[in-house]
């Protein structure tokens, strides 16, 4: 698959590194354009992909278009250049030379609703937006995705493709999103901090850093596994490790006097508004 990207920061980054892994693509099927040239040029270096001097030369190169720039960035990086001569040429790019088929946007852009995209891009195009996170980058990643008014089921099952292979991809109702982007996509630093506040408990208590780290994020890593693997409630397991007066109890009671849960349920709702927030000002 010929696979794009307008932007190649850090998203972009952990899902190419991801694509290339998976093998869904090779790096010479992949074509990035970055403002920011050394951006690119790490890129280049660390996986091998083609990188383009223009969003034109991405749009030309690729079947499928990902759209990885900030919010503020994304309806100028669609429209491409301000002059009539460089709309024209984009929107013979994106209806694919001439040909029938006009290709396939993939927005990752926080935030930014597809009638917005659709809006900025010409009604004709294929549009689907996804929310992913960056642990894609080790094929671990969570992702939700809606389709627009153009895309069809093949189209979706391209996002499930490139998305399902470098971890977990569903498909949602658009307006569900902003839950998605406060859950998964802001989720992996929600779980790097309290893998680190793990850590620094088990230094607390005399275990040497490296060491602490290492068994916080295991021992993370392994408690998600088991309720991914087995199916069960994560309350049912809870149970099987607290034993009646033991220690983990005692733990889970220190756990809800600092409010542990009520913090993380709070950090979901405040991350969806804020999206819901960046969205209206679009
Ligand atoms: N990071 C995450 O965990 C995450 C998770 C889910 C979704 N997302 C979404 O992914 C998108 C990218 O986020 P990011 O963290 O990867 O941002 P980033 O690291 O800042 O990467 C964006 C890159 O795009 C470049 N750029 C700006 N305008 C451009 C244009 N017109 N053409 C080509 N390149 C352009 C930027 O250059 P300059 O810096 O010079 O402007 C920058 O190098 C955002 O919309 C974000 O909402 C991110």
Redesign the pocket.
């Known amino acids: 698959m010929k696979l794009g990207f307008?932007?190649?920061?850090?998203?972009?980054?952990?899902l190419i590194k991801g694509v290339l892994k998976s093998g869904i693509c090779t790096p010479a099927d992949v074509t990035v354009?970055?403002?920011?040239a050394p951006?690119a040029e790490k890129l280049r270096g660390e996986t091998g992909v083609m990188i383009a001097a223009s969003?034109a030369e991405v749009v030309g190169a690729s079947e499928v278009i990902v759209l990885?720039?900030?919010?503020g960035?994304?309806l100028?990086?669609i429209q491409g250049a301000t002059s009539q001569q460089m709309e024209s040429s984009m929107r013979w790019a994106w209806q694919g030379g001439g040909g029938k088929e006009t290709k396939l946007l993939i927005s990752?852009?926080?935030?930014?609703s597809i009638a917005s995209l659709e809006k900025a891009a010409g009604d004709k195009l294929r549009i689907i937006r996804v929310?992913?996170?960056?642990p894609a980058l080790v094929l671990a990643g969570a992702s939700g995705f809606a389709t627009g008014t153009q895309a069809t089921d093949a189209d979706a099952e391209i996002a499930q493709k490139i998305f399902g292979g470098v971890g977990l991809a569903v498909r949602v109702k658009e307006s569900l999103l902003d839950a998605v982007?406060g859950l998964s996509?802001?989720g992996?630093a929600y779980v790097y901090t309290i893998i680190e506040a793990l850590a620094d408990g088990g230094v607390l208590m005399g275990l040497p850093r490296d060491l602490a780290l290492q068994l916080a994020a295991k021992t993370v890593a392994g408690a998600a596994e088991m309720v991914m693997q087995t199916g069960m409630h994560p309350a049912a397991l809870r149970d099987q490790v607290a034993s009646p007066g033991g220690t983990t109890i005692a733990g889970i009671e220190a756990l809800e006097a600092g409010g542990l849960r009520a913090a993380l349920i709070a950090a979901v709702r405040v991350a969806s508004q804020r999206s819901v927030a960046l969205g209206a000002t679009k």
């Open positions: 307008i932007g190649g920061g850090k998203m972009a980054a952990a354009c970055d403002v920011h951006t969003t990885a720039v900030k919010p960035d994304a100028a990086a990752i852009v926080a935030g930014l929310m992913p996170n960056t982007t996509g802001s992996p």
